[in-house]
């Protein structure tokens, strides 16, 4: 059973920065492909971005060049850098992890995620 806890959220202004973790203990988290994932009020969970076992990424387009995922096999913790926030970027952001044979491919679909952190809020005023 892997847990999960994201730290970092904040009320920042637009155009700011804030850098999300996600720390993880309870299974071996070079196994896991990680991925971040948002919800705002009365919108479902979207797919922000994720980083495969060997580090490749991939973003959603509404992030792309403004966030970067990252992780630090050795502290068992996944980064998101979150520069040039937009007020539409405010959500709970929530870090998910998958169990997987497959060290290259990023997962996109909440769906196939195991397991899932308490999420952090971000608030992002003008």
């Known amino acids: 059973q892997v847990q999960l806890v994201e730290s970092g959220g904040g009320l920042v202004q637009a155009g700011g920065s804030l850098r999300l973790s996600c720390a993880a203990s309870g299974g071996t988290f070079i196994f896991y492909a990680m991925g971040w994932f948002r919800q705002a009020p009365g919108k479902e969970r979207e797919f922000v971005t994720a980083?495969?076992?060997?580090?490749?990424?991939y973003y959603a387009d509404s992030v792309k060049g403004r966030f970067t995922i990252s992780r630090d096999n050795a502290k068992n913790t996944v980064y998101l850098q979150m520069n040039s926030l937009k007020i539409e970027d405010t959500a709970v952001y929530y870090c998910?992890?998958?169990?997987?044979?497959?060290?290259?491919?990023?997962?996109?679909?909440?769906?196939?995620?195991?397991?899932w952190g308490q999420g952090t809020q971000v608030t992002v005023s003008s």
């Open positions: 980083i495969s076992r060997d580090g490749i990424t």
């Open positions: 998910a992890a998958h169990l997987t044979a497959l060290t290259v491919k990023v997962f996109t679909d909440k769906g196939e995620y195991d397991y």
